[in-house]
């Protein structure tokens, strides 16, 4: 890792995981690291290739729902009932799943059809979802039949308490029997607040009392069977929602393979845009692996290119006999900064990432790279070895 990071590769890392939507693809972005053979290499290049394609059209699909996924998934394995929070978050799991679906589907290309292939109908389970619960996580009072005749019923009954209420504030004079002329709730029943003593002449049960003794709070004879009514109703829209949740649970719980791959696919292609990205930001090419030549063609330090800075181009050619490069200059000609520009293209390339050149580079397939560079130069701080130790100094 310190060889790499005299490369500059951490600053380049860096710039990777920032076009990631989800800190999951961040996460494994991070672990960057060579590819075993060339063949894996070219087929990364192919991946970026078409995640580019995709990405042309304008439109970059976010994966942030893959954040959430630990939070539910498990339980969606052990088939328990969900949450509304949870079924929330699986909402926006499927709406992302879609926005993939809608933006590989711009194309028939191999690539975005396997893609496609790996997603679950996602809509199906979102409409699931969608015919119980709100869009802000709460449950819709018309999920079922029976579930909108109980809150139709809950509304005319607490309309009806509410009459009464107001009518009997009217009736009893605030200074002889109610403490205020407003009513509340304690322990779920309505009650209205009667004046410490004055008791006997209010016709109702005694549920709580002010903290100063000064006031108790008394539910009136008339709308106990109201109230009685008002608590079973909500004993039983609960025991209905309850229902509906562990339906919901159940048929998203048989979804669960599909679920687990299209996560696996979210996640690849987050990691595979935000290196077509990077790609593009660099005006990247791919290289091809040769055992006799190393050739790079306006090869270019990324980190330069990523600043906006005003880079000049280099191409340099080794061949199977040319076993050593020497470059010399003055101070700040930019010697150290062509050295790791060669030592990152060829990083990247085992890395399966397309290398800041032009196009027609040729790299063989270092299973290793050493890096020794005389001191902590940084390009991005545009310091030269002697300036680098002027510093120091």
């Known amino acids: 890792m310190t060889e790499l990071k005299s490369l500059d590769w951490l600053q380049i890392v860096d ?5 990631a939507t989800s800190e999951l693809a961040k996460s494994e972005l991070e672990l960057t690291s060579p590819l075993s053979h060339p063949e894996e290499c070219e087929q990364s290049f192919f991946n970026i290739f078409s995640a580019q394609n995709v990405l042309s059209f304008g439109k970059r699909p976010f994966m942030e729902s893959l954040d959430l996924i630990s939070t539910w998934l498990p339980r969606l394995k052990k088939a328990a009932v969900l949450k509304t929070l949870e079924l929330k978050d699986i909402r926006h799991f499927c709406i992302e799943t879609m926005a993939l679906y809608e933006v590989l589907n711009l194309t028939e ?3 975005n059809q396997t893609q496609k292939s790996r997603l679950m109908n996602a809509s199906e389970s979102l409409s699931a979802i969608d015919q119980i619960m709100t869009t802000d996580g709460g449950i819709r009072t018309d999920a079922s039949e029976l579930l909108y005749k109980l809150n139709e019923e809950k509304k005319n009954q607490s309309q009806q308490i509410q009459k009464t209420l107001d009518r009997l504030v009217k009736k009893f004079e605030m200074e002889t029997v109610l403490q205020d002329k407003y009513v509340t709730n304690r322990e779920g029943r309505w009650v209205l607040p009667i004046k410490s003593g004055m008791q006997h002449q209010f016709e109702g049960i005694i549920h709580a009392s002010s903290h100063s003794k000064q006031t108790v709070f008394m539910e009136p004879q008339e709308i106990i069977p109201i109230n009685n009514r008002l608590r079973q109703i ?14 919901l649970s159940e048929y998203l719980a048989s979804q669960y393979d599909k679920f687990v791959e299209t996560k696996d696919t979210l996640l690849f292609c987050d990691k595979e845009f935000a290196k077509a990205q990077l790609s593009d930001k660099l005006e990247a090419s791919t290289c091809e692996f040769s055992e006799n030549e190393f050739l790079l063609s306006d090869v270019r330090h990324p980190l330069l290119v990523l600043n906006n800075e005003k880079v000049v181009p280099n191409t340099v050619e080794m061949t199977a006999a040319q076993r050593i490069l020497i470059l010399s200059g003055p101070n700040a000609g930019g010697k150290t900064v062509l050295l790791k520009a060669m030592g990152l293209a060829a990083h990247m390339a085992r890395c399966g990432l397309p290398v800041c050149s032009g196009p027609g580079s040729k790299i063989p397939f270092f299973k290793k790279i050493f890096v020794g560079v005389g001191d902590s130069q940084s390009v991005d701080e545009h310091l030269s070895t002697f300036a680098a130790h002027l510093k120091i100094l």
């Open 234 to 247: 909500d004993q039983e829209i609960d025991q209905e929602i309850e229902r509906l949740l562990k339906e």
């Open 15 to 19: 710039s990777l995981k920032k076009n």
């Open 109 to 111: 290309e191999d690539w």
